[in-house]
């Protein structure tokens, strides 16, 4: 079944659509004529707010060229949650493979730096500056990364690659402590600059 960009359907049609189906197949084209529109509907609605969409639906670059160049900033955080044996042998630098924190900062720092290589419709970015902080908590290591820069488009991606693969490092780093660590809650905190301004996000 095509679907057509843009297409908005009305509940009268909707219904007319799942009974016409139904009657020719015996109920086995209901699952596919709601699933056409479900994706109607989100079509319509959705795609003038992904400026990631062209209008048939497609992929693209955002093309910033006409953007002022302005100072922007993101900050992301996350989490790798692990056993005692574990969280003691980082903070103590007990780690086989040596000072795990160093080689996250390192890695989350690297990884900011290739952003446009992981996620595939990024802009490549001259990074001003990208800092990795890490703190203990009860049972988690906690990664919170801020990046910026002055220039067209933000930096949220930025800092939130920069913080998943400072956690995954920890992960590789201390495995052998703990396989059963688990990477979570890593999200944007704030960003500045840009066309939308500030914001943070909700406690």
């Known amino acids: 079944m095509r679907l057509l960009s843009g297409l908005r359907l009305s509940e009268r049609n909707n219904s007319e659509e799942l009974a016409a189906s139904e009657a020719s197949d015996g109920g086995i084209g209901h699952a596919q004529s709601a699933l056409f529109v479900t994706s109607a509907i989100w ?3 959705a795609m003038n707010k992904l400026t990631h969409l062209d209008e048939q639906g497609h992929a693209r670059m955002v093309d910033v060229g006409g953007k002022a160049e302005t100072a922007r900033k993101a900050v992301a955080s996350g989490r790798i949650r692990m056993s005692a044996d ?21 890695a989350g720092i690297m990884a900011a730096k290739k952003t446009a290589d992981l996620i595939p419709l990024c802009h490549p970015l001259g990074l001003d500056s990208v800092t990795l902080d890490f703190a203990f908590e009860e049972d988690a ?22 913080t998943s693969v400072a956690l995954l490092t920890i992960y590789d780093m201390a ?4 396989k059963a660590m688990v990477v979570e809650d890593v999200r944007l905190k704030a960003k500045s600059g840009g066309k939308s301004g500030d914001w943070k996000a909700p406690e």
């Open 43 to 45: 079509h319509g609605d």
């Open 86 to 106: 574990a969280l003691t042998a980082i903070r103590d630098g007990d780690v086989p493979k040596g000072d795990v924190l160093a080689a996250a900062r390192l």
């Open 141 to 162: 290591v906690r990664a919170t990364a801020s990046a910026s820069l002055t220039g067209k488009t933000g930096v949220e991606m930025e800092a939130m690659v920069a």
């Open 175 to 178: 495995k052998a402590i703990d």
